[in-house]
């Protein structure tokens, strides 16, 4: 084989090998909202005010030591379960709905109103869920899903929910993951709120996403949004070590070879 040849050769076998990577997209970790003492496999699970890593369903080859949502945020007036209703699907059936209420202090009407659009900094100060992980190994994240349900009930009005997304990976700043997003409907089912971006983790760090909310109006008598959250799903990318993808090329090549000779 010629030395032109092999290089296109080579080249084309080292495409082929971080492709391949690169195609095998996988959700890594899943959280819902599930009764306490409530049991799946070995597994039990359950907090009154936190949605529960599935941790059945949580891909060790990506993730080690993922913690439940501990953090709420400020203007995070309430977090439980939902004693009676279920209105949004998850990964275990549907569980009764884990509800927030997000926006004010429940005293001054309309202090947790914002202006402009969703940043990283009122995700640090305002209305917000947390999820974080240890990366298992070097990944690329490219997905964050989850259902939305704006609560409707009482002969309140509940306002729409602007929702956006920052993740911090190894300690950083908060970036903005994907686009924001705004509810069509200021009640109801939204259905299900994809964030598509792509983040390199190297292996051990952190990640911590921020899910951050806000209202476009504030018109309910308590003073306060109702927010029901299901399904929270984490998409990430398989990124091979450099000599791992190396020895892929290397055989793709020989392989190569073999068939031209």
């Known amino acids: 084989m010629k030395k032109s040849s092999f290089r ?44 529960s890593e599935i941790q059945q369903l949580t ?9 439940d949502t501990s953090v709420v945020g400020n203007k995070g007036i309430m977090a439980a379960i939902h004693a009676s209703q279920a209105l949004v699907a998850g990964a275990n059936s549907n569980q009764n709905d884990m509800q927030y ?43 964050f899903s989850f259902h939305l349900f704006n609560n409707s009930g009482g002969g309140s009005s509940y306002g729409a929910r602007d929702v956006g997304l920052f993740v911090s990976v190894g300690g950083g700043a908060y970036t903005q993951f994907g686009d924001l997003f705004t509810s069509p409907t200021g ?37 306060q949004a109702a927010t029901r959250i299901g399904d929270v799903q984490i998409s990430a ?12 090329a290397l055989g793709s090549l020989m392989l190569l070879r073999r068939r031209r000779a």
């Open 101 to 143: 209420r997000f926006g004010s202090d429940g005293t001054t009407a309309g202090n947790g109103i914002l202006n402009g659009p969703l940043t990283a900094a009122h995700a640090a100060s305002g209305p917000r869920l947390d999820f974080s992980y240890t990366a298992a190994t070097t990944q690329n994240l490219t997905e």
């Open 237 to 248: 990318v398989a990124v091979p070590e450099p000599s791992a993808a190396l020895l892929g």
């Open 187 to 223: 009640n109801g089912n939204q259905g299900t709120v994809t964030f598509s971006d792509s983040f390199a983790v190297g292996t051990g760090e952190f990640v911590d996403f921020r899910l951050a909310f806000t209202d476009r109006t504030r018109t309910n008598n308590d003073l």
């Open 59 to 67: 891909d060790s080859a990506f993730v080690t030591t993922a913690a």
């Open 8 to 51: 296109r050769a080579f080249v084309a076998a080292s495409t082929l090998a971080l492709a391949t990577s690169a195609a095998n997209a996988a959700i890594i970790l899943r959280y819902d909202s599930v009764a306490a003492g409530s049991s799946f496999g070995a597994f039990t699970y359950g907090s009154a005010t936190e949605l």
